[in-house]
């Protein structure tokens, strides 16, 4: 068997210019030149918390319905005609508008994408396919095991605060008229905290001018809304939801993290993925392709402008929900109570290294992340400084942080699954309560 070469060494990231400019509307715009394809990529971030959650998800599936006297059909017919396309789409903190087109239609997909925000008309026919639409999505999603899980953790986690409940039920969708539509549309769609991200083979300056000319028309200050801090992970007995009959169980673990902009990221990041954050982690390796549990665990830290949490997942079939529990608690105490090896933390830190200069690799990817920091207050040049800080922790900044956050005693745990059958494995592990119906 031939040996694999060794790891390479790591490449500095380097970042592009960006131009920036607040607009006379308070519409920030963000310019990068990436000249690699005559393309680009438009997206632009609206502060969107504790809007009506049923009113924001019908709102993204029919803003581009019909604006300024065109169709939906017809918007995308001048879209198509410069190569592009714009969609829509909503999460607890911001909508987002996602576009691109050649280069040379930059200029018409702004105004398209101007006509959008200023004169969204909400048609009531396509107000009524769409919704339908999506309460069918929302039915079906209804009976997935990992939709349910996902609902019931932040429920757990959560308790009262906002994030807690982020799908719409059917019934609250299929209630949305027009008429609310635009009333939402009105209050909250404003450039006032607005941003607007411009990546591609342009020179910035022309396309901040552009950007000016197409979206001077849009104007008003918004509703400055904030979100209270998310409350403090609440260890105690596992939450075990009951699907009779289920076939496999869905394991779901809740551990604190911290922002981008905490000391902790960085060593907490490469803990993660030490532990289950990518193929070649312990825990992985354990239930996966050591003993066979599942096919997929995986965790991750989530970012949210309240705060930020770290979410462990694997489906598993129902006899081994007991053993997979114990593995996965193993693997978190192992961490937490020994640092990794040099050679497991810099294989982790070529990994996400290496994430971080593919995730800037295209135009698509520059303008997510863009965007995706802007939102947090951060520009790209966050990225060559958290590049720094992870080329430089230590294996025992990455076992201080995996004690300070991947503990087991610090886990919020949650198990959906046929309760009759798995509970006796469960509480001989752990004190176990079942969730009330309003979880499920």
């Known amino acids: 068997m031939r040996q694999l070469p060794a790891l390479g060494p790591n490449r500095p990231l380097k970042l592009p210019k960006i131009v920036e400019e607040t607009l006379p509307n308070g519409l920030t715009v963000m310019a990068i030149r990436r000249p690699a394809v005559p393309l680009v990529e438009v997206r632009l971030r609206l502060p969107f918390a504790r809007a009506h959650l049923a009113r ?202 911290v922002p981008r902009t905490h000391p902790d990221h960085a060593p907490l990041q490469l803990a993660n993925l030490i532990f289950g954050g990518y193929f070649s982690s312990r825990w992985v390796e354990n239930i996966r392709e050591d003993k066979g549990y599942t096919y997929g665990p995986h965790s991750l830290i ?20 007991g053993p997979a529990l114990l593995e996965t608690m193993y693997e978190l105490g192992r961490l937490a109570s020994l640092p990794p090896r040099e050679d497991e933390l810099e294989q982790a830190r070529q990994y996400a290294l290496g994430t971080l200069q593919l995730g800037m690799s295209t135009q698509a990817g520059l303008a997510g992340l863009a965007v995706t920091y802007a939102g947090f207050g951060l520009r790209l040049d966050y990225l060559a400084d958290h590049a720094g800080r992870l080329a430089k922790v230590s294996v025992d900044e990455v076992g201080a942080a995996a004690a300070r956050y991947l503990a087991p005693a610090r886990a919020v745990s949650l198990v959906l699954g046929d309760a009759e059958r798995i509970e006796p494995s469960l509480s001989a592990l752990t004190p176990v309560t079942r969730a009330g119906s309003e979880v499920v």
Request: a negative charge; proline letters at 7%; hydrophobic letters at 40%.
């Open 56 to 257: 924001t998800a019908v709102l993204t599936q029919t803003m581009l319905s019909g604006a300024d006297g065109l169709t939906g059909v017809e918007i995308a017919a001048e879209l198509q005609k410069v190569g592009g396309g714009l969609n829509s789409g909503a999460d607890p903190d911001r909508l987002l508008l996602s576009g691109n087109s050649l280069t040379a239609g930059l200029e018409r997909l702004l105004e398209i994408m101007s006509s959008v925000l200023t004169g969204a008309s909400y048609p009531s026919g396509e107000v009524a396919t769409e919704r339908g639409r999506l309460a069918d999505r929302i039915r079906v999603a209804l009976s997935q095991p990992s939709h349910l899980a996902r609902e019931a953790l932040l429920k757990r986690i959560y308790g009262r605060h906002p994030y807690a409940v982020q799908t719409p039920t059917p019934e609250q969708v299929v209630s949305v008229t027009p008429g609310a539509l635009r009333k939402l549309h009105a209050e909250r769609i404003h450039p006032a905290g607005a941003i607007l991200v411009i990546v591609g083979d342009v020179t910035p300056n022309k396309a901040i001018a552009a950007a000016e000319r197409a979206l001077s028309a849009w104007t008003g200050d918004g509703k400055d809304v904030e979100l209270p801090a998310v409350p403090e992970l609440e260890p105690g007995p596992l939450t075990l939801v009951d699907r009779p009959d289920a076939v496999q169980s869905s394991l779901r673990v809740a551990l604190p993290a």
């Open 302 to 321: 989530e970012h949210a402008v309240a705060g930020s949490s770290l979410t462990v997942a694997a489906e598993v079939a129902t006899e081994v929900t």
